[in-house]
């Protein structure tokens, strides 16, 4: 059993002030930090985790919620550090996944859940998508609506694109960044498996300046034709 302050015992080990003010600083002062940067921190994880290569979601549960409140911007990731180990997430999973979307929420923590836990959580729960899905893209929580967009991210061929498209053009006028810039990634990430396919939602429906500059970088590279 992974204690708590085994992982607070590693990561003090490792503090740094003056790692900790610049991470502070990049993000924009939202949280708190150590200064343990990603390389220490994942090591320290690997010390207390040892020979427990993967995790029961179950037994780890507690673990994730008490990560969550602690005050310090690593704990969160090393929470995120433990869902990449969990390799099966049960079907009452989702329910933790998204209190964690929407509690001290921002990007860095967000688009892991949604792209690396959500993602795996609906392939192996595919009848849940759509439950799940349209309550997320129609909360009034920006972050669970820029989940409903990013979490096929690593679906390639897979990808449900009736739907992407869908959440995509329910939140196509939004003015929020964090919006604008998923809508982007998410079809930037699709152009590299259907590129036609993308190029020709994007010719077809107006979308914000950085959702097509975001969207169309792939085809462009590939000299895959978008309107301006």
Known sequence: ????????????????????????????????????????????VKTVLKQERILDFQEIRPLLQELWLLSEREYQNVALDLL??????????????????????????VDSLSGNSAGNYFKQHPEEIKPVIDKWIKSENMWLNRSAILFQLSYKETTDWPLLKQV?????????????????????????????????????????????????????????????
């Open 84 to 109: 990449g180990h969990v390799k099966h997430f049960p079907k009452e999973s989702i329910a933790l996944i998204e209190q964690l979307i929407v509690t001290k929420s921002w990007w860095d923590t």
């Open 168 to 228: 995509i053009l329910l939140h196509s006028d939004s003015k929020e960044f964090f919006i604008q810039k998923a809508i982007g990634w998410a079809l930037r990430e699709y152009s590299k498996t259907a590129p036609e396919t993308v190029a020709t939602f994007m010719n077809a429906h107006p979308l914000a300046p950085l959702s097509k500059r975001e969207g169309s970088k792939i085809l462009k590279k590939n000299k895959t034709e978008v309107s301006k």
């Open 1 to 44: 059993m992974i204690k708590l302050d085994r992982i607070q015992e590693e990561l003090e080990a490792v503090q740094n002030k003056e790692e900790a003010k610049k991470m502070e600083k990049y993000m924009r002062n939202h949280f708190p930090f150590l200064g343990v940067k990603t390389p220490e921190r994942r090591k320290a």
